[in-house]
């Protein structure tokens, strides 16, 4: 049985940080912003989401390369979790994102937006798709 509460996921980016949320019964995972990774208040603001949120679960997509094994952007994903433990003692996972980011662009492609108006478009959607896969495992648990 799933403890209920609303879950939180972020796809880990150089330049931009998607967030999504779902609902306290994990049924819809729904965008909810896109942060500047670079922003000085980047802790605060994420703070800011928590208190609003009230999350039981944090997952954050780990950015395994397709051979499954950890590269730069994993390290990196790795230090915005210790950065969001330093906030939070809200269990956090990482999450294998591999095909996260595809998939959100092929769906953002497939409703007709192109990937330059819609790059903050495809980091939401690819955090709703980290926490919809977190949530099937969660699930099976």
């Known amino acids: 049985m799933m403890k209920r509460g609303r879950r939180i996921a972020f796809d880990y980016g150089d330049v931009r940080i998607g967030v999504a949320v779902s609902d306290s019964d994990s049924i819809l995972s729904s965008p909810l912003t896109t942060l500047k990774a670079t922003d000085r208040n980047l802790n605060q603001l994420i703070s800011q989401i928590f208190s609003e949120i009230d999350p039981v679960a944090i997952y954050v997509g780990r950015p395994a390369l397709l051979s499954g094994k950890d590269g730069s952007a994993s390290e ?36 007709g937006r192109n990937a330059k108006e819609s790059k903050e478009s495809i980091d939401m959607a690819a955090a709703v798709a980290i926490l919809d896969f977190a949530i099937e495992i969660e699930k099976r648990k």
């Open 76 to 111: 990196k994903a790795s230090e915005f979790v210790a950065q969001l433990a330093t906030i939070t003692t809200v269990p956090i996972e990482m999450i294998d994102e591999r095909m996260s980011t595809i998939s959100a662009a092929r769906n953002l492609r497939d409703a």
